[in-house]
């Protein structure tokens, strides 16, 4: 299954929304967060960033021998090994992203620099931005899963006091008095006089 060159992932959501999910719910928020880290990964392989840099990595100057043009580590785009070959497992408290037939181990040969003729490139691993996006998105998630909190109800008190009155958010306010109507001025009328 897994080799050495894997990733964890195992941050939890908020507090709030853990405590109020059940068992199947918290093994579908990791389900849901390997899948969102595989697309996230997908994405960021489609684009050549580095893992711990989230960098665009150095591209080879001379063309491919097979005509292939597709970004670093991925030149014939999905049907590429770093992209088929990319898998996760969801376990109790984490996820594993991982590829499968040691492609890991080969990546892990790039990360190190340890491939002669090519640039160091790290790709085991998602970049900061996309770790934050993969969190936010499955937390989201679960959130639209649990629904919304369910509202506390207030407590009634005994028979004989009456219900507090509950401030209006819209309440009414008494208008002004109107001012005064103006008082009339007399006009005068000035004549001209016709010029000569």
Do not use: C
Not at 39 to 61: N, V, Y
Not at 167 to 183: E, I, L, T, W
């Amino acid at each position: 299954m897994a080799d050495a060159n894997t990733f964890r992932l195992d941050k939890t959501p908020d507090p709030k929304l853990w405590d109020r999910a059940d068992e199947s719910q918290r093994k579908g928020y990791w389900k849901r967060l390997g899948e969102l880290a595989l697309i996230r990964k997908r994405w960021e392989l489609d684009r050549a960033l580095d893992a711990s840099t989230g960098q665009k990595m150095p591209a080879r100057i001379n063309p491919r021998d097979d005509g292939a043009d597709g970004p670093v580590l991925t030149p014939h785009g999905s049907a590429s090994r770093t992209h088929k070959w990319l898998r996760f497992t969801a376990g109790k408290a984490h996820v594993t992203v991982w590829w499968s037939h040691g492609w890991g181990k080969i990546l892990g040969y790039h990360a190190d620099g340890l491939v002669i003729g090519t640039y160091k490139r790290d790709v085991i691993g998602l970049t900061p931005a996309g770790e934050k996006k993969v969190y936010r998105e499955a937390e989201d998630w679960l959130r639209r899963t649990l629904g919304p909190a369910k509202k506390t109800t207030p407590k009634k008190g005994p028979a004989s006091k009456p219900p507090v009155a509950q401030r209006q958010v819209g309440r009414r306010v008494p208008a002004r008095p109107m001012p005064p109507p103006p008082v009339p001025v007399p006009l005068t009328v000035r004549r001209r006089q016709a010029q000569p």
